[in-house]
């Protein structure tokens, strides 16, 4: 397994933009699937995004495609979620996640490794 730590949440206006990265220790980070999730207050876990191994293939939750783009730097042990046009219905912790995957998935089961979340309010 790996251990995941994620940084750059903050607050931001509706309209803005940030970029969250994910920070991965432990070996063969290149051969994971890496997901970010977002669980809002009130509500449950949902999928945001997710990138291959290699970073050919990639989804995205239908309230985020065309806004969020999610991409890896493997040489740097790191995948990043960046966020566009921001709403505030984004709010929301904001959790990457590692798993082994022959296809890509869009759901939580078979991620192994999670990271402790970070915070991203966006006001209206």
């Known amino acids: 397994q790996v251990q995941l730590v994620e940084s750059g949440g903050g607050l931001v206006q509706a309209g803005g933009s940030l970029r969250l990265s994910c920070a991965a220790s432990?070996?063969?980070?290149?051969?994971?699937?890496m997901g970010w999730f977002r669980q809002a207050p009130g509500k449950e876990r949902e999928f945001v995004a997710v990138?291959?191994?290699?970073?050919?293939?990639?989804n995205y939750a239908d309230s985020v495609k065309g806004r969020f783009t999610i991409s890896r730097d493997n040489a740097k042990n790191t995948v990043y979620l960046q966020m566009n046009s921001l709403k505030p219905e984004d709010t929301a912790v904001y959790y990457c996640?590692?798993?082994?995957?022959?296809?890509?998935?869009?759901?939580?089961?078979?991620?192994?490794?999670w990271g402790q979340g970070t915070q991203v309010t966006v006001s209206s």
């Open positions: 432990g070996r063969a980070f290149g051969s994971y699937t």
């Open positions: 990138i291959s191994w290699s970073g050919d293939s990639t």
């Open positions: 996640a590692a798993g082994r995957f022959p296809t890509i998935v869009i759901t939580e089961a078979g991620f192994g490794s």
